[in-house]
DNA sequence: AATGAAAGGATTAAGCC
DNA sequence: GGCTTAATCCTTTCATT
């Protein structure tokens, strides 16, 4: 594997402004073939970087219930938090879940005008939940700017960047980086212990 | 203008999925030839409801500060509100921005690791801002689907669906859909006395 | 909204450094 | 390994119906 350097990051933000843009264009942009500019595409796919060619949709402009945003308290369990999460994104009315650092689920959704308690609990499992609190939104925007992310890939267990050594796995289903097959070993052992202790 | 159909949200859905799809397999999929598949896509595009072609990149992967979520409490007044949205999501490491009912700002961004009120008021005006709360998060997720969103578009004035008689207008550079010259008028009023009551 | 022709972009294969 | 060029194939666009 080779370090991603300023020619991805390029290509990444002009491709973040318009995935549509042809490689031949892109290519002039970064002064490189058309061919290698899709070489350089593919390998950020691969490596997880680029998840997927999307569309940003206005959202608002649409039916389908009341925009709100949740904050849900998990039970501190590893396999709950990801469970819960897992239901939310595969409930088709979540669109953000940030997880925060002491287990709660923060999302934003759009739901049904009444009875948030029914739906909520029709999607997530009621025993999982300690306790929820919601607001109305009236905007919801996102800004797809790279913007002070710096180059280079980091080792999800020690931080460093990811180079030449890189080894690149998924866990569970998850893309993972790391520096070395030193820290993959020691994060696959983390992960188990942490999977093992919660289930 | 005309009312979104089926065949629009089957379009919406495919290149949620897969934004770099040729047109030529989005019409072999709704039945239709290319070129009224291009016409489709332009017309969503026009209408706002495609804000844009982009990427879903994993940041997590990217170097560049801490993720966190952040509860800002702002003054009031609509144009406040509305400025310091606009500085967070030109500042580059703000992703995601929630604009709650009661004039609070809900945001995930990537921030440096020491001094964040330093990093915050380098960002917005400190004068607008009420009090702040930061959380620290593990996880940021997106489910790219459009879920349970039915078809049409919602006049911004009176939420009855926008049809044949539909106007669509710019104001202070967002787009609004209206179902009727009406509501647009009166839309106009109401933003103008926002405005002037804020400023 | 479909068709067909013309233009334009993507992908492949061969070869270079 | 990563790049380029050139040829081929596919996609998009435009004019027309």
Chains 1, 2 share one sequence.
């Not at 290698?36 to 998840?51: F, H, P």
């Not at 009341?66 to 308290?73: F, G, M, N, S």
């Not at 009315?93 to 959704?109: I, K, R, Y």
């Amino acid at each position: 594997m080779r370090d991603l350097d300023e020619t991805d990051f390029e290509i990444l933000r002009l491709l973040l402004d318009d995935a549509r843009r042809p490689y031949s264009d892109l290519a002039e942009a970064v002064d490189l073939s058309p061919p290698a500019v899709s070489d350089r595409v593919a390998r950020l796919r691969d490596v997880g970087v680029i998840r997927r060619f999307t569309l940003d949709v206005d959202r608002t402009q649409l039916h389908g219930g009341t925009p709100v945003l949740v904050d849900l308290e998990v039970d501190r369990a590893t396999t709950a938090v990801s469970a819960v999460r897992q239901a939310l994104l595969d409930s088709g009315s979540v669109e953000h879940v940030f997880t925060t650092a002491e287990s709660h689920l923060v999302f934003q959704a759009r739901v049904p005008d009444s009875d948030f308690a029914a739906w909520l609990f029709d999607v997530v499992d009621e025993a999982a939940i300690g306790s929820y609190d919601v607001t109305l939104l009236s905007g919801v925007d996102w800004s797809p700017d790279l913007g002070g992310t710096e180059f280079g890939l980091t080792c999800v267990q020690c931080g460093n960047t990811v180079d030449t050594e890189g080894v690149s796995t998924r866990i569970d289903g998850d893309l993972y980086q790391f520096c070395c097959p030193s820290c993959e070993t020691r994060f696959r052992e983390k992960y188990a212990e942490l999977k093992e202790g919660a289930g």
